[in-house]
């Protein structure tokens, strides 16, 4: 069983996809990256959504950044957006994460930072995993001796 799903739009999201699974390798959490686009193959990003094992889904997106809103349009679960910086410093794709209608919510992080959006997930899971949760301290320690 794969807890987090890291749902990217394009190849060229790779970088933010695997920032995301460097952090939940570090922390031992199971989770699988994903290419899928919501306007290039709808249906087959609706399936995966809806027939995925996973408890939290990350999403990476940028310009109209659909993906997120799509993924949350077709699940209960919790979704977390990374807007990536395209155009306008990333603003455009930050301000279509935040701006979700009521009913359908996205969490939404920093532009760039699929770090933080893996560890939200990360604690998300933690909230019925001690295992996870002592490890995500041992994690905030560990940050903070380097700074």
């Not at 990333?90 to 930072?113: E, R, Y």
């Amino acid at each position: 069983m794969v807890s987090i799903s890291i749902v990217i739009g394009s190849e060229s999201d790779m970088e933010l996809g695997e920032k995301a699974v460097a952090t939940l390798k570090d922390l031992g959490v199971d989770h699988e990256l994903v290419v899928y686009s919501a306007h290039r193959d709808p249906q087959a990003l609706k399936e995966y959504v809806e027939f995925s094992d996973s408890s939290v889904f990350i999403a990476v997106a940028g310009l109209s950044a659909a993906l997120p809103g799509f993924i949350a349009a077709h699940t209960l679960k919790p979704v977390i957006g990374v807007p990536k910086e395209v155009k306008l410093g990333g603003l455009d794709s930050l301000l279509s994460m935040v701006q979700m209608p009521t009913g359908v919510p996205v969490a939404c992080v920093g532009v760039d930072n699929s770090r933080n959006a893996a560890l939200l997930a990360a604690e998300v899971l933690a909230l019925n995993d001690e295992g996870l949760r002592k490890k995500l301290v041992e994690y905030r320690e560990r940050r903070r001796a380097r700074t």
